[in-house]
């Protein structure tokens, strides 16, 4: 998993935040973008996707759970921060949130089958 961090660009009308990837992921054709709505106290399921998920939290904090060869990884990612988190393909995760209600938005550049 990569997180991405804002480059602020101050401005006194409203800061601008810029995101700078190394690869050209939003370049490629975007076809489904998805808000996700998160209960308090729960999580939802574990999920693996052939190409590469872009997540952006827009409300809240997520806990991030993922699961790959050698060890899972936890990690926690909140509204405030303006990260990007990027999720590599075959890679098993799960998303919730403990605290309060959460939002995210999730990018996928292949059009999702919910078989």
Do not use: C
Not at 18 to 30: D, G, P, R, T
Not at 33 to 52: A, L
Not at 71 to 79: D, F, P, Y
């Amino acid at each position: 998993m990569k997180i991405i961090n804002p480059i602020v660009i101050r401005n006194i009308k409203g800061n601008i935040l810029k995101y700078k990837l190394k690869h050209y992921f939003f370049k490629k054709k975007i076809t489904d973008f998805y808000f996700s709505n998160i209960k308090k106290n729960t999580f939802k399921n574990w999920k693996i996707k052939k190409k590469d998920t872009v997540v952006i939290v827009t409300e809240g904090n997520v806990i991030f759970e993922l699961e790959g060869k050698i060890k899972r990884t936890k990690k926690n990612i909140n509204s405030r921060k303006k990260q990007i988190i990027i999720i590599p393909k075959n890679t098993k995760f799960r998303f919730g949130s403990k605290k309060n209600n959460a939002t995210l938005l999730s990018f996928l550049n292949y059009k999702y089958d919910n078989k």
